[in-house]
């Protein structure tokens, strides 16, 4: 099976739709897969098997081939992957060609951090407003962005085009922060305040929760101390019980 040619459109080839329906988990590895290709390209790299691919990307070689099988690119025998030709697909089907734009709500301690990280850009987002509802903060200058107040959301979304919006407020603002995006025509939200949001159906929410990361790895710990301390001196399993990480 040959790998889709240069200069046709990604995922219109070989019989795959344009569109492909995706698994969950499957889209949830694209963005590991296109980290370790630029990674790659950067060395000067221009074709990578599927062994080497899924050693840098930290997941198993059938995984990745069948997650790549999805987006019509099989690797040639012997060869690989061609690195630029994979990028170009996995960035297609994330849309990160479309360079999103993106808001923030809540400049706090958190919002601030994001607010300054410079590596949204050159993942293909621009972080185009920051909101705060605090007037003390309205005015604020970070990373070239002027803190907006929150009264101004729709507007200022209109104007912009923004399409994905991060909540960093407290727990208990994120629902009316999530209401005045969706009314502000927001379809997309990253959330970082624990807790659920209660959104229409077609508007697509990820939350962030370092302390639910945090307590899952406490689980980890807790299970290899209670084998460690089983009679009869068992020794603990490789960490993770020899699974790759957590929510692969
Ligand atoms: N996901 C994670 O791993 C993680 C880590 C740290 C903090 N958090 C969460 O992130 C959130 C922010 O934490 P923080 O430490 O930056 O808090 P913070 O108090 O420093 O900042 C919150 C900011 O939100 C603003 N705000 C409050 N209500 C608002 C509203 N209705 N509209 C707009 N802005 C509003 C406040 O004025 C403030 O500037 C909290 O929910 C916290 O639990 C998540």
């Known amino acids: 099976m040959s790998q889709q040619r240069h200069g046709s459109t990604p995922g219109e080839a070989d019989g795959v739709p344009a569109f492909p329906d995706l698994p969950e988990a499957t889209i949830a590895r694209l963005p590991e897969y296109l980290r370790a290709l630029h990674h790659l390209a950067e060395t000067g ?19 990745l081939r069948k997650d790549l099988s ?5 690797g040639t025998r012997g060869v690989g992957y061609d690195v630029a ?7 297609y089907i994330l849309g990160l060609d479309k360079n999103r ?4 709500v ?12 410079a590596g949204f850009a050159s993942r ?8 705060d509802a605090d007037p ?8 070239g962005l002027t803190v907006q107040h929150t009264d101004d959301l729709e507007r200022v979304a209109a104007e912009e085009s923004i399409a994905i919006g991060v909540i960093a407020t407290p727990p208990g603002t994120a629902q009316a922060v999530a209401d005045a995006l969706v009314a502000a025509g ?12 209660s959104v229409p159906s077609n508007v697509d929410v990820r939350k962030v929760d370092l302390a639910i990361e945090l307590q899952i790895l406490s689980f980890h710990e807790h299970r290899k101390a209670s084998l460690t301390a089983l009679p009869g001196g068992r020794s603990a399993p490789p960490a993770n019980g020899g699974q790759e990480a957590v929510g692969s």
Do not use: M, W
Request: charged share 10%; proline share 1%.
């Open 45 to 63: 790299a221009e074709t990578v098997s599927s062994e080497g691919l899924a050693a840098a990307a930290g997941v198993n070689s059938a995984k």
């Open 85 to 91: 030709l994979l990028v170009d697909q996995i960035e």
């Open 106 to 117: 809540g400049v706090g301690n958190l919002g601030h951090a994001l607010a300054g990280y």
């Open 124 to 131: 293909g987002f621009r972080v185009v407003a920051l909101f």
């Open 70 to 74: 999805h987006l019509g690119s099989y």
């Open 186 to 197: 927001v379809t997309s939200i990253l959330n970082f305040a624990p807790g659920v949001l």
């Open 101 to 104: 734009a993106v808001c923030l």
């Open 136 to 143: 003390k903060k309205v005015g604020e200058q970070i990373n």
